[in-house]
């Protein structure tokens, strides 16, 4: 009977074996599935908080009032969904500290994972919060130091002092010119400045929330620590911007004409946008890492960029010349364009054109280099 049994059919141990090897690999596809739909959720997450992002910094410029995700697609300044991929809906918070946008996160892993792929982004109570910039301080002049223009006595408008303000603010000062400037620590929630120029200046630590001037000419800055949330100038010249500090980060950094001999520093950190309207120019660029959500140029020009790792959205640029590229890992997420694209030598997995890729062509011609062996084995091809 066991004979009959094991010739005819299965034995139930034999029928227990495959049924559990079945059910391993029905519980393996599951597992993957799973995997790689929580993958795409993480990536959609991390694409839709970062276009909120962009969206609700386009709005601060001209939209002073507090925003919602739904007026911001009614602006049609953004085009993602109201709701994360795990149904909860997006936020965007107005602090004392800036804007932030949200976006809920079901467990601690994931939320470490998703801050990980986001630039000056932190979790807080099961949130996600992306920084977009700082709000505009709201500022009472009349309760600042002040130092009105006397025309007819000039001798009033020199101090020769030292100007300890406890960390208070540097409100209104229309015009700082010094041969030399040393300072060992300036902190100042806000400084305006008309016009600041100095032949050299010497800071152990700035730190400012905003600092905003029409000119600044100087002819060498060095400093040790430099934290800035927001930096508008109009023009910068200087012959040697050195940076001694190993972290240099700035929250927002607009510059309309950038000309410098050489600028180095260990990491340089952009968390919003880096816009250089005039043109770029170094000698030397060498950063361990650089990042970005968006970098916009009309001419770039380097002698040599050498980089650890580059993370960018999108990079756009009309010229873009290099005599030497090297990276261990360049990441575009977004879109890189170039009108045109000189390179001695190029490593890619594959070449992708309107039509067809070139990793699509070589298989075409493996295979029909196939065929003509074999017609050729069989004697019908010559």
């Keep these: 009977m066991l004979t009959k049994r094991s010739v005819a059919g299965f034995s139930l141990f034999e029928l227990l074996i495959v049924l559990s090897f079945l059910s391993g690999m029905l519980m393996f596809s599951i597992q993957l599935s799973t995997s790689k739909q929580q993958n795409a959720r993480a990536q959609l997450f991390v694409t839709e908080l970062n276009d909120l992002k962009n969206a609700v910094y386009a709005a601060s410029g001209y939209v002073k009032h507090e925003i919602t995700p739904a007026d911001l697609i009614a602006e049609d300044l953004y085009f993602g969904e109201l709701y994360s991929p795990w149904g909860e809906p997006y936020r965007i918070e107005y602090t ?7 976006g809920y996160a079901k467990t601690q892993n994931l939320a470490n994972r998703l801050v990980k792929q986001l630039s000056a982004a932190e979790y807080s109570e099961g949130w996600v919060k992306l920084f977009v910039h700082q709000t505009e301080p709201k500022i009472d002049d009349s309760i600042y130091l002040h130092r009105e223009f006397e025309p007819d006595r000039p001798y009033l408008n020199q101090m020769n002092t030292d100007l300890d303000m406890s960390g208070n603010n540097i409100f209104s000062v229309g015009d700082i010119s010094a041969d030399k400037a040393e300072l060992t620590q300036v902190i100042a929630a806000t400084a305006l400045l008309s016009h600041l120029e100095s032949s050299s200046a010497t800071v152990d630590s700035l730190s400012a929330n905003n600092i905003a001037s029409s000119s600044a000419t100087v002819s060498a800055v060095y400093t040790d620590l430099l934290s800035v949330s927001e930096l508008l100038v109009a023009e910068l010249f200087t012959e040697t911007l050195s940076v001694n500090a190993p972290l240099v980060r700035v929250q927002n950094l607009q510059v309309s004409q950038l000309q410098g001999s050489r600028l180095t520093t260990e990491e340089l950190s952009v968390a919003n946008q880096l816009v250089v309207t005039g043109s770029l120019q170094t000698a030397t660029a060498q950063f361990h890492h650089l990042s970005a959500n968006e970098v916009i140029a009309q001419d770039a020009s380097f002698q040599q960029l050498a980089a650890q790792q580059l993370t960018s959205e999108s990079i756009f ?11 261990s890992q360049l990441n575009v997420s977004g879109s890189f364009q170039v009108s045109e694209l000189i390179a001695n030598t190029i490593f890619a997995s594959d070449f992708v054109t309107a039509t067809s890729s070139l990793v699509a062509v070589q298989k075409v011609a493996a295979k029909v280099e196939s065929l003509w062996l074999q017609c050729t084995y069989d004697g019908g091809c010559r």
């Design 317 to 327: 640029a009309n010229s873009l010349s290099a005599n030497a590229i090297t990276a």
């Design 96 to 102: 004392d500290l800036g804007i932030y946008v949200l």
